[in-house]
């Protein structure tokens, strides 16, 4: 008895010691190994951080709305704090690029921010459209717009400040339509702390049912003829960034949940 | 004895089952986890996740290496799946894209793709190079280069063949020394499946020093001005798909591992 005990002690020992020294061969083998934690999952949350992706570095283009497979994809992004980790990591680069700039002291120094989802947030809104899984309705989103209720997303009010103390002219451009928009816009920009901008450009009739890409290239070449240096560029879509005039460094502010041509 | 050994032995069993369940509590603490020891340990995957979409969004500039805490977050992109599986999807959308296009018929149809981790992959070699995590070493790369094993990047060279046989002429334009890398480049382009190409541009002396979007910009304006018409551009760098000449749309292939100016 003791004979055969010890027998089974001496094969559990060498199992002890195969698994001190490679625990993958056990573990492994019963698919028990420890994945590390940052291997995203096998399931169907691999396409839409591909489809996110593919947003936010411009290779989609003209995409209506969030795959309906991506809807709690895009509400966890948004709401769980990595847009908002995302968005502090890249007004830390802007800050840190605004910080090396030589000011010309002539009072023509400018950056150019975007307005919905750059300074101020519509994601309340896009909560009751399945974060942007529903189709744009612009007689909702223009009545949401009018309670001029939109929060100030905080890291993009922080750099505001911070250029306007800093003395650089900040030009603040959006589509939104000014004749039936402005004073909300405006209003609204105010009670979340915009204060002290040097222009707020909205589209007016001349360029209505243009792209943004041509309506604001158009507002940024007046802009530079006038002796404005834009040293800054920030917006939340590509449309913001590209085209003429689109000034020396851009930055791209993540959102998933619309698409502006 | 018997009874002493059986104590033992159930002793061991339960040290067993404790491994069983919970390998961690036990190689954890005696620091043999699987981990290598050079590697800082992870400090919540949300500032690598922020970082890498930085990088792809064009918000980070001129990064030297990646950040040595995000080294395992690296790796298991590139390694895990997710970085083909951005790759698949970014090349739906370029088929998509060319499958669109009316031909001319004249023979001047085009696109400029880039070749390293564009058509063929490094990321062997930056598994040496942890991943990013150290600076970029030109001897060695050369070295690498000069070994003409880069793997084809199958997504990509699916997309090289399907243009080809659709009759674009497919031009593939590299930073890569012409003088030294050019034999090796031009073998492994052809072991690995890219054959058929219109030209194979590199650097020469002339373009010596000069950042990647001047060299490419200048080479792009030739090929506009001989006639052809750049489709697309592909390019797993920003400085491929910026500067002049661009193309009609360009496309940017998911790279955390390193940065070309």
């Known amino acids: 008895m003791a004979h055969r005990v010890q027998e089974q002690l001496v094969l559990v020992v060498e199992l002890l010691i195969l ?7 056990i573990f492994g083998k019963l698919g028990c190994h420890s994945r590390p934690s940052d291997v995203p999952p096998p399931d169907g949350n691999g396409y839409c951080l591909s489809w996110r992706l593919a947003v936010e570095a411009n290779n989609m283009r003209a995409w209506r709305t969030v795959p309906p497979q991506c809807q709690r994809h895009v509400e966890s992004y948004m709401t769980g704090g990595q847009y908002y980790q995302d ?105 979340q702390g915009f204060d002290g901008y040097e222009r707020l450009i ?37 449309s913001d960034l590209q085209g003429q005039f689109v000034g020396n460094r851009t930055f791209k502010i993540p959102n998933p949940m619309y698409f502006v041509p």
């Not at 023509?108 to 519509?122: F, G, K, Y």
């Not at 922080?158 to 339509?177: A, E």
């Not at 002796?227 to 800054?232: A, K, Q, T, V």
Request: with cysteine; glycine share 10%.
């Open 202 to 238: 909205m589209r007016t009739q001349a360029y209505k049912g243009q792209s943004a890409i041509t309506f604001k290239s158009d507002i940024r070449r007046q802009l530079v003829e006038e002796g404005y240096r834009i040293w800054g560029n920030i917006g939340d879509q590509w």
């Open 19 to 25: 698994l001190a020294i490679c625990p993958k061969a």
């Open 87 to 191: 968005i502090d990591l890249i007004i830390k680069q802007v800050t840190a690029y605004a910080d090396g700039i030589t000011m010309s002291g002539d009072g023509m120094d400018a950056w150019v921010l975007d307005i919905d989802d750059t300074c101020i947030s519509n994601m309340l809104y896009y909560k009751g459209k399945r974060y942007g899984c529903d189709p744009f309705d612009a007689a909702g989103f223009k009545a949401w717009a009018t309670r001029a209720e939109c929060p100030a997303i905080p890291a993009v009010l922080g750099l505001f400040q911070k250029l306007v103390d800093g003395g650089f002219k900040v030009i603040l451009l959006t589509g939104r339509d000014q004749e039936t928009l402005g004073g909300a816009t405006a209003s609204n920009l105010l009670t």
